[in-house]
């Protein structure tokens, strides 16, 4: 089993900046990749960036291309996600993953225009 819980959602203004943080605990000897996924209302749930958690080689949804930034902190079990130039179609659930099968419980990102 691995747990995960999300921190640093909030409201921010359009053209704000927020970092997510994601800890990992339990099993996380098997971690091959993590990602951030988000689900606005109404929605599918969608991969917005991934990172190997050996390489740390990313990718991006397109959509978020240049703005946000994936990131990793294997000592401790951590990943980050940088969000730059928000938009209020940014606002979301946003949730962390491990190996496409673990989720964290969601932090909410809300861009008021």
């Known amino acids: 089993q691995v747990q995960l819980v999300e921190s640093g959602g909030g409201l921010v203004q359009a053209g704000g900046s927020l970092r997510l943080s994601c800890a990992a605990s339990g099993r996380t000897f098997s971690t091959v990749v993590m990602g951030w996924f988000r689900q606005a209302p109404g929605k599918e749930r969608e991969l917005v960036a991934a990172?190997?958690?050996?390489?740390?080689?990313?990718s991006y949804a397109d959509s978020v291309k240049g703005r946000f930034t994936i990131s990793r902190d294997n000592a401790n079990d951590t990943v980050y996600l940088q969000m730059n130039s928000l938009k209020p179609e940014d606002t979301a659930v946003y949730y962390c993953?491990?190996?496409?099968?673990?989720w964290g419980q969601g932090t909410q990102v809300t861009v008021s225009s």
């Open positions: 993953n491990q190996n496409y099968e673990y």
């Open positions: 990172i190997s958690w050996t390489s740390g080689s990313t």
